[in-house]
């Protein structure tokens, strides 16, 4: 079946440490995008790409860090920049770029402070 | 800033009874979604209304458009305890690259 894959399912971050949330597709789709989710909030776009080796800030950017080396791949890098790390991160996918596309999604990383 | 905003925050109804939501934005779209989300999931796109349509339906599902309001609403009908989730609308920013989420309606199906 296709979808988006997303690991861990829970990560926990320890003081000034880098983590790493995988997001996978096996879609064949062109865009993909990394959305914050605080509790009881909406979503909040932290980084887009609309094509392989391309990426662009979204309106939270600051602290994360992505790459796109590959179609199907769209690894997030929270920082330690970040100091406000705890959230639930969602990646998404889309057939092509643009707003009228619908976004699939998948299920989610909960990552937490130790 | 948010684009959408979901109206209301929450809703309890019983279940086979109707639910409707609404969401409002600001700027001018060309089209506008609603996705659902069970809770700890990702979302769950529903359906999409182009600024040319008025109304759309998908099963029990139906979606209206006003774009001189700059509203839209959500109606589920006879409503089944599976439908307990958040939903959400989504519309473009200006220049039509990307979605913004509205912070969602937290709808309660009771048995």
């Known amino acids: 079946d296709g979808g988006i894959t997303q690991s861990p399912k829970y990560l926990f971050r320890k003081e000034g440490q880098n983590v790493t949330l995988s997001c996978e597709q096996n879609?064949?789709?062109?865009?993909m995008y990394w959305y914050r989710q605080d509790p009881g909030q909406g979503l909040r776009l932290i980084y887009y790409?609309?094509?392989?080796?391309?990426?662009q800030k979204g309106d939270i950017a600051e602290g994360y860090s992505v790459s796109r080396e590959k179609k199907e791949s769209f690894p997030l890098t929270v920082t330690s920049a970040q100091k406000n790390p705890t959230a639930f991160y969602l990646c998404?996918?889309?057939?092509?770029?643009?707003?009228?596309?619908?976004?699939?999604f998948g299920d989610g990383t909960r990552l937490s402070i130790l | 800033s948010q684009q959408g905003e979901e109206d209301p925050q929450a809703l309890s109804i019983q279940e086979g009874e109707n639910a409707t939501m609404n969401c409002s934005y600001k700027t001018s779209i060309n089209n506008l979604q609603w996705y659902r989300q069970n809770s700890g999931r990702g979302l769950v796109h529903l359906i999409l209304?182009?600024?040319?349509?008025r109304e759309k339906h998908s099963g029990r599902l139906r979606v209206t458009l006003d774009t001189s309001k700059k509203s839209s609403s959500l109606l589920i009908t006879a409503s089944r305890a599976a439908d307990t989730a958040s939903y959400f609308c989504a519309s473009p920013n200006f220049g039509n690259e990307k979605l913004t989420f509205g912070t969602g309606t937290r709808l309660t199906i009771i048995p």
């Open positions: 209304i182009r600024s040319n349509e």
């Open positions: 879609l064949n789709h062109d865009a």
């Open positions: 998404a996918s889309s057939l092509f770029r643009g707003s009228n596309q619908p976004q699939h």
């Open positions: 790409s609309q094509i392989v080796n391309d990426f």
